[in-house]
């Protein structure tokens, strides 16, 4: 198959739903399939230099975008006349944007079955910029049902997204539902790990936050409950990894003194990503909302119990008790109780990272890239 997929950013930005193009992407190629990427020539940051480059067998085309509306919307119809090549396969990511439109007349034009991975974006709009709210009110008036009309598959990567899609889907044998998964790395333990040792954590125990520090993430959220711990006890190290995205100096003001309170900068690469879930006792979730976010699967992989939020497609793969526990977006008292259940008990945590660990076989990106495959035959088969 030729296969292209097309969303706003991708590797080296960090994202959730960048990590997922990744991962299919890539095993894509390694089943012998032709790969491309097509996105916008930004990181989130900055205009990346390099508009064409190969990343690991796949073909990459980053087209220039023309203005901005937040951190992660720009505007780039560029891809109306430089996607390029004949395909079989053109994956979206991400509803509301205006290349899933785009991807819909290009797949039209050239023939091609046109799939579409949701990735959850349907939240109120307080956390979104004043800018984009206008487009959100159209979106959800009649953008959507126009854009869904054309899409020949749906993927919803959590059931909480069903109720939502069926007010713009009027055939809904056209969604499925699968979810993210975690990479094999994490599921092996590392044979040598340096991790406390690389970042000079001699506390007892870790409670880890990894993930973009982005307000609906809630990463204050977990630096205010540590705050209140680390009044009594000074036995726990808590640790934010990840890219800011407009939370971090309220972090560092925040946890700015604390010897067991550390910042640390994005980590790439997954063997030092797997070393950092083992080496970690609790792992911490504190957002306001989110889609299916793939560090719960790693964490689940990597044998942690989770402390989260109960929002969105969280507690459909997530147990009160079984799997960890959970603390109200914001709920400060609760986050340090349900933290503190986990580190001072060594037994129930033990027992349900192992119950994490065997739940988290079925997410295994190997099975994932499958389930996607499956997909495109039945439409390839439907031409």
């Known amino acids: 198959m030729k296969i292209a997929h097309i969303n706003m950013f991708y590797y080296p930005t960090i994202g959730g739903v960048e990590q997922v193009m990744k991962e299919l992407a890539e095993r894509q190629v390694k089943a012998g399939h032709e790969v491309h990427v097509f996105c916008c020539d930004s990181d989130k940051n900055s205009r990346i230099d390099r508009k064409e480059e190969t990343v690991n067998g796949v073909y990459v085309h980053r087209l220039p975008y023309w203005f901005r509306l937040s951190l992660s919307t720009f505007v780039w119809p560029s891809l109306l006349w430089r996607f390029k090549g004949k395909f079989d396969i053109i994956h979206s990511h991400v509803s509301g944007h205006d290349y899933v439109l785009f991807a819909g007349h290009l797949a039209k034009k050239t023939g091609a079955r046109h799939i579409h991975t949701t990735h959850c974006p349907w939240t109120d709009a307080s956390f979104r910029p004043l800018v984009l709210r206008p487009f959100m009110f159209l979106n959800n008036l009649f953008v959507n049902k126009m854009i869904f009309k054309r899409v020949d598959k749906i993927v919803a990567i959590t059931p909480w997204e069903l109720s939502t899609l069926k007010n713009f889907v009027e055939d809904e044998e056209k969604i499925t539902v699968i979810p993210n998964g975690a990479d094999e790395i994490l599921y092996k333990k590392a044979i040598k790990n340096n991790f406390r040792k690389k970042y000079k954590i001699k506390e007892k125990k870790i409670v880890l936050f990894f993930g973009r520090l982005n307000p609906t993430k809630g990463p204050e959220k977990l630096a205010l409950a540590a705050l209140e711990i680390s009044k009594k006890r000074k036995d726990i190290a808590f640790l934010w990894v990840g890219p800011d ?139």
């Open 245 to 383: 995205e407009g939370k971090l100096e309220e972090v560092k003001q925040l946890i700015k003194g604390h010897k067991n309170m550390k910042y640390i900068p994005p980590i790439r690469d997954k063997k030092k990503i797997a070393e950092m879930y083992q080496a970690a006792d609790v792992y911490v979730l504190p957002s306001y909302r989110e889609g299916l976010p793939l560090t719960l699967f790693e964490a689940f992989a990597s044998k942690l119990p989770v402390v989260a939020s109960p929002v969105n497609g969280v507690p459909y793969e997530m147990k009160e008790g079984e799997n960890g526990f959970f603390a109200d977006y914001g709920d400060i008292e609760k986050l340090k109780e349900n933290i503190l259940k986990l580190v001072d008990n060594k037994n129930l945590a033990r027992q349900i990272g192992k119950t994490n660990y065997e739940k988290a076989q079925n997410y295994r990106w190997d099975n994932i890239a499958k389930r996607y495959e499956n997909e495109y035959k039945k439409l390839l088969g439907k031409k």
